[in-house]
């Protein structure tokens, strides 16, 4: 007789559960897509939150972020490249402004004031916080310091610009993403 112990029973073999991608190529696609795309998404939400905790934004950015989901995919894209434009044109305005021998503070106030609203309404926290020195300055009729807050307000403009490009960038990449157009490799 043989010890109990000793008899060995048949391995049953299972099938991994990912058998299934072996034998659907097309099923692993999808998958690495949906990856992908999943990846993508924590990125743009870490930018943004990194923008936000280093003051660029504010809330009124993240409300335009939950707005994209009830209007366009491109939603957000669309307004920052406007608030871009608007404000590259602003910044020609007053500059504009400020190299006339007779400064007109009362346009340049405007300007400065347009700024602050658009600033504003898209959650530019930096650059509206910025725009509020140049309002000050024209109410003082200070040229010198009418000019030091412009440039102030360019060089944050400029560097909420930089962000803002990576931010459509990836935007961009994740509505290619979700219509197909892009598989994220």
Same mark, same amino acid.
């Given at each position: ?30 998958? %690495?897509?949906?990856? !992908?795309? *999943?990846?993508?998404? /924590?990125?743009?939400?870490?930018f943004i @939150? ?57 346009? %340049?106030?405007?300007? !400065?004031? *347009?700024?602050?609203? /658009? ?5 530019? @926290? ?29 060089k944050v403009?400029s560097k ?26």
């Open positions: 007789m043989v010890p109990t112990h000793a008899i060995k029973t048949p391995h049953i073999y299972k099938k991994p559960s990912h058998c299934h991608l072996l034998l659907f190529p097309h099923a692993i696609r999808l998958s %690495l897509s949906k990856m !992908a795309l *999943d990846y993508q998404k /924590r990125l743009l939400d870490h @939150q990194a923008m936000y905790l280093e003051g660029y934004i504010n809330n009124e950015f993240l409300q335009l972020q939950t707005m994209k989901q009830t209007a366009r995919p491109d939603f957000v894209v669309r307004e920052v490249t406007l608030y871009c434009v608007a404000a590259q044109n602003l910044f020609v305005a007053m500059s504009y402004a400020m190299e006339q021998d007779e400064v007109d503070f009362y346009k %340049l106030d405007v300007n !400065a004031r *347009d700024m602050y609203d /658009r600033s504003s309404s898209i959650g530019a @926290q930096q650059v509206k916080m910025a725009c509020c020195e140049i309002v000050h300055s024209c109410q003082e009729f200070n040229k010198d310091k009418c000019y030091l807050a412009l440039n102030w307000t360019k403009f909420l610009r930089a962000n803002f490009e990576t931010l459509v960038q990836m935007e961009r990449k994740i509505i290619d993403m979700e219509s197909g157009n892009d598989t994220g490799f």
